[in-house]
């Protein structure tokens, strides 16, 4: 019997949060970080805008209130895009205890501290006990019981065992590894590859262009890994390359349509209007700061950087991508 405090309703916290209730003796607590947003959820038990036609089990209590979301939670699930995280944690800040389990499901780095979602999450709550999971897992797949698998990433061999244990089920197969920078950075920086994915489709490239992007990427994605600490082992697995396809592939990813949409000569803008949050927006700003500062080689990821901040045409980065020298 365990009690779990899923903070954040948007698709994937919800999709978690079905996912967690429909496992016997998990408690599930739902918190909107928006009151008409908890009204709606209560009403309708329907999160319509991302995940339309799933039902929100009557057993999962949704609640705008932080303390009667954590009350005696034995572990919390924190489901909120990287740039109002740190805000919103704030909010959970009066009932955290320094020992309690946080889960983080966020992919992405926090733009002006270069922050990881757990490094947040302990800089705001002051925990200790951190854990990311991460993977190749859309929403809806998981929430309708389609066959997922992750990982759950903690230096705590423990408590990575025991998310394993109480979030894993037969639809959900949840892997550990120790390696949490590796895993954390991996999920930020497959949403950056799917924009360039997305880039590619957007320009009708076939599947020899967007494989060899994927294939490159990758190897960005790791030497940036690398660099900050992670083992490169990490990068092929579910969170690396296993997100990296589904986020490259899918055709209703959200970064690879801001790829597409760009590509097509819509604006950032316009691109933005929408309710999704596509990380890798923000993910790709925080990298090429970084890689500037640090002067490490990664042209896919600093010409979607481009592309997305200095209105470079998607076409002319590409076309710069393949006929650069090669040097690594
Ligand atoms: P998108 O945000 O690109 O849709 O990716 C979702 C995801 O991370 C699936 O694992």
């Not at 339309?52 to 909120?80: F, L, N, Q, R, Y």
């Not at 592939?249 to 597409?260: A, D, K, L, Q, T």
């Not at 933005?272 to 990380?279: D, K, L, R, W």
Request: glycine share 10%; charged share 20%; with cysteine.
């Amino acid at each position: 019997m365990a009690t779990f405090a899923v903070l954040g309703s948007g698709g994937w916290g919800t999709a978690i949060a079905v996912s967690l209730a429909q496992k016997a003796g998990n408690r599930v607590r739902l918190w909107c970080a928006r009151s008409e947003t908890c009204r709606v959820l209560r009403e309708t038990r329907v999160n319509d805008r991302q995940l339309a036609g799933i039902p929100i089990p009557p057993t999962i209590t949704i609640t705008d209130d932080p303390g009667e979301a954590t009350e005696s939670a034995d572990c919390w699930i924190a489901a909120v895009p990287t740039a109002f995280l740190r805000s919103t944690a704030i909010r959970w800040k009066p009932f955290a205890r320094e020992t309690t389990p946080v889960v983080s499901l966020t992919k992405g780095i926090e733009t002006t501290t270069f922050r990881r979602p757990t490094e947040i999450l302990e800089d705001v709550l002051g925990v200790t006990r951190l854990v990311a999971v991460s993977g190749p897992s859309h929403a809806e797949e998981v929430a309708r019981g389609m066959p997922t698998s992750v990982v759950a990433a903690s230096p705590d061999a423990g408590l990575a065992g025991w998310v394993q244990a109480h979030l894993g089920s037969e639809r959900l197969r949840v892997y550990t590894n120790a390696d949490l920078i590796g895993v954390e950075l991996a999920g930020a920086l497959k949403n950056v590859i799917g924009i360039a994915a997305g880039c590619c489709d957007g320009l009708k490239f076939g599947d020899n262009a967007k494989a060899a992007m994927l294939t490159r990427g990758l190897v960005e994605m790791t030497r940036f890994g690398v660099a900050h600490g992670a083992d490169p082992a990490t990068f092929a697995g579910l969170a690396g390359l296993g997100d990296l396809i589904t986020t490259c592939f899918s055709p209703h990813g959200r970064n690879r349509r801001v790829g597409e949409r760009l590509a097509r000569g819509d604006t950032l803008a316009d691109v933005q209007s929408g309710p999704q949050v596509a990380e890798g927006v923000y993910t790709a700003k925080s990298v090429y700061d970084r890689v500037t500062v640090m002067g490490l080689e990664v042209p896919i990821m600093a010409a979607v950087y481009q592309v997305l901040y200095t209105g470079k045409p998607a076409v002319g980065a590409v076309s710069e991508l393949l006929s650069r020298r090669q040097r690594g």
